[in-house]
């Protein structure tokens, strides 16, 4: 996906331990996004930022923590993983102009597995 | 808390012919809308979006309808071709945040 770049793309972990993924985006857009993607769930929203060291938390945020030290990267750590976490994580950027908001562009997924 | 969702889970159209995907919103302060495609293994794809002070909007072989009285998106598909299949998310939004549903798994039989 043009401009959003994740990593890694696929990771096994083991119960316990701290996994963190990196979101990157090279358009300059305010907006970051996390979420996971679980069978009959949907996207769910697990943090967010709306610029450089400001974020809050979405849904399903328990378990997560996120850092955006710049603009361009958009962190996600698992503190300590469980099996629960699961999931295909997708980052997402969006911009608005004007007050008016703008649809996301996704990256391509994480698939990440805690055994 | 928001609340989209798709009528239909999954639906088999024949190569050639239109596909109709429906989405339900249960946020009547939504004021945009999209739809995305996921295929497998990748991130959802925007594929058209509409503004609530819209009802109709037509992008390449894309239609989306938006009926806000009874809060209801659908997205149609003319003459589905083999590429088109994947699963199809609507979105809605009041400011920077999206609600997605489920998905419609959208199988094209040649």
């Known amino acids: 996906d043009a401009g959003i770049t994740q990593s890694p793309r696929h990771k096994v972990t083991e119960t316990g331990t701290p996994v963190t993924l990196r979101c990157h985006q090279t358009e300059n857009h305010r907006y970051m996004y996390w979420y996971r993607q679980d069978p009959g769930h949907g996207l769910r929203l697990i943090h967010y930022s709306y610029g450089v060291k400001d974020t809050d938390k979405g849904e399903v945020s328990d378990g997560y923590s996120v850092s955006r030290s710049k603009t361009e990267d958009f962190l996600l750590t698992l503190e300590s993983a469980t099996s629960s976490q699961t999931s295909v994580y997708f980052c997402?950027?969006?911009?608005?102009?004007?007050?008016?908001?703008?649809?996301?562009?996704f990256g391509s997924g994480t698939r990440l597995t805690v055994v | 808390g928001e609340s989209v969702g798709l009528h239909l889970p999954t639906l088999s159209v024949q190569e050639g012919d239109n596909s109709i995907i429906n989405c339900a919103y249960s946020n009547s302060a939504s004021d945009y809308f999209i739809w995305y495609k996921q295929e497998s293994g990748k991130g959802p794809q925007f594929i058209i979006d509409i503004r609530s002070n819209m009802d109709k909007r037509q992008g390449q072989r894309v239609t989306v309808l938006l009926n806000k009285t009874v809060k209801h998106l659908s997205l149609q598909i003319a003459a589905t071709q083999p590429g088109d299949s994947a699963v199809y998310f609507c979105?809605?939004?009041?400011?920077?945040?999206?609600?997605f549903g489920t998905g419609t798994s959208l199988t094209v039989i040649p």
């Open positions: 979105a809605d939004s009041t400011g920077n945040q999206f609600y």
């Open positions: 997402a950027i969006s911009e608005s102009q004007g007050g008016i908001n703008y649809g996301y562009t």
